[in-house]
């Protein structure tokens, strides 16, 4: 069986903000034989992430815990697509199956180890869309969840910030947040965001940080008690304005810097003293340093999700075509919710 597989490639290593130049759509035919050991899916959900850039990097720390992004070659992503032949008897024909696959048509995988591919067979979460599983039920909710109650640490009453909150990430740690029983508010880029973050998400505030010319100013408005948790998304001048508006064992889980992946000149210079006489902890991770709980992750969230207690917001653009447009609007800050490129 032989199949032509287009799949999206980086002309280049990009070092400042994406652009649509920098990306190609190549081809190649990919061959599956039933004695292979291989299975081959037929893509149907793509995720788009803005951690891609740093791998897209000729250098970036990012390149100690994930791989490098080669130019001309395929992009290995979090994706969704069903199992359409397989010589391996772990996977059958018509199976749905999430993991990394990559931003192509079809990925063709030999099952090992360290094959990070599973099926979605489990009671708990096969009556969910498939998109789910590549945002909620994957590792957006895994960073969400893992990032806001392993990291961050709740108790009832704190006061919570989340930066980039009407994201994939921040728009379900505020709601995290609010089911923790905690004061949440939350900044994004328009006025369409905010009012989706306090009239469908719940926050108990939310603010447009392009129209503050003083974000310690405005944090200071929002917190007049200080802030205990920030979820942090963005990083540059607003990491610095939180730490300057945190109260004492304040803790920021920083899951993101969005900020500074398309600017050098950004770089957070956080007041050090903040953080040693307030003793803030600030500690970075992602996704898959809770991979061992994801099951329980996903059982509580789809959970929250069927009783109504969470919405799920997402940004689905269509065909292999969309996929550098589609990753571009993340820098724009154009998305709402968790961004996705459907192929079928």
């Given at each position: ?252 889980a920083v899951c993101g810097a969005i900020a500074e992946y398309t ?17 803030i902890t600030l500690r970075g991770f992602f996704a898959f340093d ?55």
């Amino acid at each position: 069986m032989e199949v032509e597989n287009r799949y999206v490639a980086v002309r280049h290593h990009v070092e400042r903000y994406p652009s649509e130049e920098d990306f190609e759509v190549k081809a190649a035919a990919v061959g599956w034989t039933p004695g292979s050991g291989e299975v081959l899916v037929k893509n149907l959900y793509l995720s788009i992430d803005p951690y891609q850039l740093n791998r897209m990097k000729r250098h970036s720390a990012s390149h100690h815990s994930v791989e490098v992004i080669v130019p001309g070659e395929r992009i290995s992503a979090y994706g969704a697509g069903e199992v359409v032949a397989s010589a391996c008897a772990q996977y059958k024909e018509g199976d749905v199956v999430v993991g990394v696959l990559a931003w192509e048509d079809y990925t063709m995988f030999r099952p090992d180890a360290t094959t990070l591919i599973g099926k979605v067979d489990d009671a708990s979460s096969s009556g969910f869309p498939m998109s789910y599983h590549i945002g909620v039920l994957g590792t957006s909710g895994m960073t969400a969840y893992g990032g806001f109650y392993e990291v961050c640490k709740p108790q009832r009453g704190e006061k919570v910030f989340v930066s980039a909150a009407s994201g994939s990430v921040g728009s379900l740690v505020g709601q995290f947040a609010k089911l923790a029983g905690c004061y949440v508010v939350g900044c994004a880029s328009t006025q369409a965001k905010v009012d989706l973050l306090k009239d469908k998400l719940g926050f108990d505030d939310a603010f447009n940080y392009k129209e503050e010319p003083d974000l310690k100013s405005a944090l200071k408005k929002y917190f007049p008690d200080g802030i205990d948790i920030y979820f942090e998304n963005v990083g540059g001048e607003m990491l610095e304005a939180v730490l300057a508006n945190m109260n004492a064992y304040g803790r920021v889980a920083v899951c993101g810097a969005i900020a500074e992946y398309t600017d050098r000149g950004r770089r957070a210079a956080p007041d050090l003293l903040e953080v040693i006489y307030k003793r803030i902890t600030l500690r970075g991770f992602f996704a898959f340093d809770f991979v061992t709980k994801f099951q329980e992750y996903v059982e509580i969230i789809g959970d929250l999700i069927t009783e109504g207690k969470l919405q799920v917001v997402e940004d689905i653009s269509d065909g292999l075509e969309s996929v550098p447009s589609a990753f571009i609007a993340l820098f724009r800050g154009e998305n709402v919710g968790k961004k996705l490129v459907k192929l079928a």
